[in-house]
């Protein structure tokens, strides 16, 4: 199982350890985007600082119809217990963490400000 909390603004988080390429892992905050269908998004500051390699360049239509550009990344990272491959989108936002990465799961919410996020595995 892996648990999280609703923050003060109502948005379900949760921690991440991402491992660094050869170190140790860095903790980082995420929010859970349904809305988002990839694994995680982290800001390019984020990215140099673990080191991830650089796969491809992705793209995506946003709400008001345009399209941007953005680098993917490969990285690995604590996810119900296991070490997981994902990878991690390049984009200037708050790092997000998509139903790629829930694939599998359940999810629970306590919508209320300290409410717990619960993340189980489904039954294959």
Known sequence: ???????????????LD????GGRPCTIEAVVDTDY???LTLPPDRVSELGLTRKHQ???RLADGSEI??????????????????????AETT????MALLEGHELRIEART???????SLPS
């Open 1 to 15: 199982m892996i648990e999280g909390r609703v923050d003060a603004r109502l948005e379900a988080t949760l921690s």
């Open 18 to 21: 991402v491992q660094r390429p």
């Open 37 to 39: 269908s990839e694994f």
């Open 58 to 60: 992705g793209s995506a």
């Open 69 to 90: 550009a953005f680098d993917v990344y490969d990285a690995e990272l604590v996810w119900d217990g296991q070490m997981v491959a994902v990878l991690v989108d390049a």
């Open 95 to 98: 790092p997000l963490v998509g």
């Open 114 to 120: 300290g409410g717990r996020v619960l993340i189980d």
